[in-house]
């Protein structure tokens, strides 16, 4: 069940995407050249999905997986590749069409514009939520981790913004640039809250790797959950 707090955020990130910034993050996510700042970005994504994809096995062949907050689709289309099938949902329907236009035709992918809580999605063998949950508190995070809990027979992984005196600084100088290259309001985490969180909120999961990355304007951290 999704609250007001869930509710409000994700209205903001959808106001967002789908009105501000569209043209910004398909640059962003393409091979054209990038500011400075949005190169580190780049850099610090790619590698983040790199690493989360080599947490999935190397062969999803007959698995269901959601990207959950897929973008413009990059995550989305190299599970598919691996044989997933794959169910990719954004809040953004600027984004989604992105990605639907660059994927190749030929892949499992069911691209959809929605929430990721929405329980008619079904349930999924492996669920990916990169960079989709740094925008939400400690507690909302927790929240659809446990939603997505109950609909997960692998693993779930997901990232967050973690509280470090680096990323407040970062964040802080972020507010110095112009519009175009600042991200949504992003809500840094501490990790051990977020971990207690968890733990209480899915007694019978257990927590697996971690990996943060850091350089330039991007840090955020992995974590892996692995239900019951």
């Not at 962003?28 to 080599?54: C, H, K, Q, W, Y």
């Not at 639907?100 to 329980?119: E, F, Q, Y």
């Not at 779930?156 to 973690?162: E, G, K, L, S």
């Not at 470090?164 to 809250?193: N, Q």
Request: one cysteine or more.
């Amino acid at each position: 069940m999704t609250t007001t707090t869930y509710s409000r955020y994700r209205g903001q990130l959808e106001t967002y995407f789908d009105r501000t910034a569209s043209k910004a993050w398909e640059q962003l996510t393409s091979d054209a050249p990038v500011s400075g700042i949005r190169a580190t970005v780049r850099a610090g994504r790619n590698e983040m999905r790199d690493t989360l994809l080599s947490w999935l096995p190397a062969d999803l062949t007959g698995k269901r997986v959601l990207d959950a907050g897929c973008g413009t689709g990059a995550f989305a289309v190299e599970a598919a590749q691996r044989g997933a099938e794959v169910v990719a949902i954004d809040v953004a329907a600027s984004l989604v069409e992105i990605a639907r236009k660059r994927a190749p035709k030929n892949l499992h992918i069911d691209w959809r514009v929605g929430d990721m809580h929405d329980v008619s999605l079904g349930s999924f063998d492996h669920v990916v939520a990169m960079d989709s949950l740094i925008h939400y508190p400690a507690f909302e995070i927790v929240e659809v981790i446990r939603g997505l809990g109950d609909r997960t027979r692998g693993s779930i992984v997901f990232t967050f913004a973690p509280q470090t005196p680096l990323l407040m600084v970062a964040l802080g100088m972020g507010r110095l640039f112009p519009r175009s290259d600042r991200s949504p309001a992003i809500l840094p985490v501490r990790e051990r809250l977020l971990r207690t969180l968890i733990t209480n909120a899915l007694p019978n999961a257990a927590l697996g790797r971690d990996r943060k990355v850091s350089g330039g304007f991007y840090t955020s951290h992995a974590l892996e959950v692995l239900p019951a």
